[in-house]
């Protein structure tokens, strides 16, 4: 009976010392809007303390939509036309700053990808995804509204060259910024291949 209570008595230690030492960690994602919305830096430091405020351990903060960027990429479009042009005519560059900001409060700070946001906005639609209409998702009927352009916007991993050119992009960012990880968002949004068997491609 002694034997059986020790047994019981050295379980339970186990299980109370394994869950004493397994951590939950809070993840907070960011779209970045607003901080294309801040005039100032003051404005925008604000933002970052509010989501230092929420203690989270991680933080993904939006940095491509994917060929949309949110910062003065070499490779592709970035939003113009709004607020933080201020912050850029100023000399700051608004990711690197969020960045620095939330690492220096001990957050854990990774770029997040959206690998094929549909959003049906033109200013969205970048010149590469336009020269490369075939190897979009959508078929080019002609229609300029928000679904159709959308659909053209949701490109097909399939090929070479989408993958490259997103590739390149996600290299620009982990050379250009201090991140601590990249995270490839695949919930914006399927579908991502049109055909998994690429040899009827002849790629």
Not at 11 to 26: A, E, K, P, Y
Request: glycine share 6%; aromatic share 10%.
């Amino acid at each position: 009976m002694k034997s059986s209570k020790k047994i019981v008595l050295v379980v339970l230690s186990i299980i109370f010392g394994l869950v004493g030492i397994v951590q939950t960690d809070l993840l907070i994602t960011c779209d970045f809007d607003s901080v294309r919305n801040c005039k100032t830096f003051d404005e925008m430091m604000q933002i970052a303390d509010t989501m230092i405020s929420a203690r989270p351990d991680v933080l993904a903060m939006d940095a491509a939509s994917p060929d949309f960027c949110n910062y003065k990429s070499s490779i592709e479009r970035y939003k113009t036309g709004t607020n933080w042009d201020d912050l850029f005519k100023a000399g700051y560059d608004p990711y690197g700053e969020m960045v620095k900001k939330l690492k220096d409060a001990g957050i854990t700070v990774v770029a997040n990808i959206r690998m094929n946001d549909s959003h049906g906005y033109t200013y969205m639609w970048t010149p590469w995804a336009r020269e490369h209409k075939e190897w979009s998702l959508g078929n080019d009927v002609g229609d300029r509204g928000h679904s159709a352009i959308g659909q053209l916007r949701t490109m097909d991993y399939a090929f070479e060259g989408v993958r490259e050119h997103r590739l390149a992009i996600i290299r620009e960012i982990i050379t250009n910024y201090d991140v601590d990880g990249i995270q490839l968002d695949f919930q914006r949004g399927a579908p991502f291949l049109s055909e998994p068997n690429l040899r009827r491609r002849n790629l």
